[in-house]
Antibody
């Protein structure tokens, strides 16, 4: 069973870069899609993007230009970078995975709360 | 983007009674592979979402059979045949057809 754990700072200053890492443990599969999802306070989850097989990457159009998702070759961790953050980027950030993300995500991390504040 | 709209947004229910949540999409969720990618999640306060149903009507492992999903095209329903206390929380539908994949606004289920 795959286990995911997010890590990173809990507070980021406006205009700076948010950087998070997701560590993958347990059985994994190179055919998995590795995704980042965020959930602003009191709102529904929002898909940020995903990486597949270290090469196929897709980002939400609303964040394209500010977001980078990458994974290491061994797929033991993947990361999220979001530049020029504002208060609107305050959210719980989740890493998650599945073999077919169109069918939703069947393994989620516990989430990490990130506040954008000076 | 495909917009998915849930109703109701709040659903007070009586223990042991049925409950239904509707999810409507602004466009058909049938993908080029013939599958319909409409999924349902449940989220308790302070927890990550948990998938209950995928591709309209397929229950995940460990999900009680009182949960069922139905629908086609643009109209979908999640039904709980007999609500139990552990079913409280927020339910989200999620479409996985056109990118970006999107979630509905959520339906908060609480016990009367």
């Amino acid at each position: 069973q795959v286990h995911l754990q997010e890590s990173g700072p809990g507070v980021v200053k406006p205009s700076e870069t948010l950087s998070l890492t997701c560590v993958v443990s347990g059985a994994s599969n190179r055919n998995n899609y590795w995704s980042w999802i965020r959930q602003p306070p009191g709102k529904e989850p929002e898909w940020i993007g995903y990486v597949y097989n270290s090469g196929v990457i897709n980002y939400s159009p609303s964040l394209r230009g500010r977001v980078t998702i990458s994974t290491d070759a061994s797929q033991t961790q993947f990361s999220l970078k979001l530049t020029s953050v504002t208060a609107a980027d305050t959210a719980v950030y989740y890493c998650a995975t599945s073999r077919n993300p169109r069918s939703g995500l069947d393994v989620w991390g516990q989430g990490i709360t990130v506040a954008v504040s000076s | 983007d495909a917009v998915v709209t849930q109703s109701p947004l709040s659903l007070p229910v009586t223990l042991g009674q049925p409950a239904s949540i509707s999810c409507r999409s602004s466009q058909s969720l049938v993908w080029t592979d013939g599958s319909t990618y409409l999924n349902w999640f449940h989220q308790r306060p302070g927890q990550s979402p948990r998938r209950l149903i995928y591709k309209v009507s397929n229950r995940d492992s460990g999900v009680p059979d009182r949960f069922s999903g139905s629908g086609s095209g643009t109209d979908f329903t999640l039904t709980i045949s007999r609500v139990e206390a552990e079913d409280v929380g927020i339910y989200y539908c999620m479409q996985g057809t056109p990118w970006p994949w999107t979630f509905g606004q959520g339906t908060k289920v609480e016990i009367k």
